[in-house]
């Protein structure tokens, strides 16, 4: 049996975490995790869209996504966005939320 192609990066980043999250063992009900955390809070319209963030900082920061996740610091929601620049540079971005206004950002050489 052959897999489909996947031709969508992010779909692929994202069924790799879901792959990392079922071999870790990971509990995939239990408590609230990132996921339900940002669907209550861009339903109370507390953040943006993640689609909208997204579209953003790939525009500003050309790169891949490779992993996202969502947080809450201090009482701020943030989108922590790993991208792989065509350079072969791992960034790290903080993105605030509810404003897209990215707060940190982290490079890391090949």
Sequence with gaps: MTLPAIRH???LALLGL???AL???APLHAEPNDHDL?????QQGKVLPLRTVLDKVEREHQGQVLKIEFEQE???FIYEIRLLQQDGR????E???SSGQVLKIKRKRH
């Design 9 to 11: 990066p992010r779909r």
């Design 18 to 20: 879901l792959a990392g």
């Design 23 to 25: 071999v870790a063992g």
């Design 38 to 42: 940002a669907r209550q809070a861009l």
């Design 74 to 76: 201090d009482g701020r």
């Design 90 to 93: 791992l960034v790290k971005l």
């Design 95 to 97: 993105v605030d939320a």
